[in-house]
């Protein structure tokens, strides 16, 4: 695994309690799926992607400059092939969910997870569409919400609607920042549970 894979899943695994259950919504070929069950034998793992090519995909994400915004059919099967076949050891504890971050967001159940780790439409406004809908989602007091790409300064992208959504959602709750530009935050902790 490379540096940035684990960093970033250090970050995540460091924050989850015995028996995690977790999301990871934007997963593209599944290196930090793999990296987070071969780590942690005790967590379940939702691992969600539209997998949609260039041409499904969001304006407002291919704005960003984010090349997997731009794969076409073949690539874009080709990198859910490659997560399917990292994630085969772990038959019951990796649930594949090929479909929108929304689409998905539906299909769990409001509080059941300790954990949703945001990876997919880096623009202001998918980012935004995504903590709405996700942040339910989460285990009220300990649960986390975070993702990736916060303040990412690599050449050639505009990820800045990542740290922009976050820090707007967040309305002063405590935002945790770590390794390889991820973001943390227990969106529950100030509010009274």
Same mark, same amino acid.
């Given at each position: 695994?490379?540096?940035?894979v684990?960093? @970033?899943?250090?970050?995540?695994?460091?924050?989850?309690?015995?028996?995690a259950?977790?999301?990871?919504?934007?997963?593209?070929?599944?290196?930090?799926?793999?990296?987070?069950?071969?780590?942690?034998?005790?967590?379940?793992?939702?691992?969600?992607?539209?997998?949609?090519?260039?041409?499904?995909?969001?304006? @407002?994400?291919?704005?960003?400059?984010?090349?997997?915004?731009?794969?076409?059919?073949?690539?874009?099967?080709?990198?859910?092939?490659?997560?399917?076949?990292?994630?085969?050891?772990?038959?019951?504890?990796?649930?594949?969910?090929?479909?929108?971050?929304?689409?998905?967001?539906?299909?769990?159940?409001?509080?059941?997870?300790?954990?949703?780790?945001?990876?997919?439409?880096?623009?202001?406004a998918?980012?935004?569409?995504?903590?709405?809908?996700?942040?339910?989602?989460?285990?009220?007091?300990?649960?986390?919400?975070?993702?990736?790409?916060?303040?990412?300064?690599?050449?050639?992208?505009?990820?800045?609607?990542?740290?922009?959504?976050?820090?707007?959602?967040s309305?002063?709750?405590?935002?945790?920042?770590?390794?390889?530009?991820?973001?943390?935050?227990?969106?529950?902790?100030?509010?009274?549970?």
């Amino acid at each position: 695994m490379s540096n940035v894979v684990s960093e @970033r899943g250090e970050a995540i695994i460091k924050r989850l309690p015995n028996g995690a259950k977790v999301a990871e919504v934007g997963v593209l070929i599944g290196k930090l799926s793999e990296y987070i069950l071969r780590k942690r034998k005790d967590v379940t793992l939702l691992m969600i992607d539209s997998w949609a090519p260039a041409e499904e995909q969001p304006e @407002r994400y291919k704005e960003t400059g984010d090349v997997h915004a731009t794969h076409d059919k073949v690539r874009v099967s080709k990198h859910k092939a490659e997560a399917t076949n990292r994630v085969k050891h772990f038959p019951d504890r990796a649930r594949i969910m090929h479909m929108t971050s929304l689409e998905a967001a539906r299909q769990v159940e409001d509080y059941s997870l300790d954990m949703v780790f945001l990876d997919a439409d880096h623009s202001y406004a998918g980012v935004m569409a995504d903590l709405t809908a996700w942040v339910r989602k989460v285990k009220a007091p300990d649960g986390w919400i975070g993702g990736h790409d916060f303040a990412n300064p690599e050449p050639g992208y505009d990820f800045s609607g990542v740290q922009r959504a976050v820090l707007e959602w967040s309305h002063g709750r405590d935002i945790e920042l770590d390794g390889n530009y991820t973001w943390f935050c227990r969106p529950w902790k100030r509010l009274g549970f």
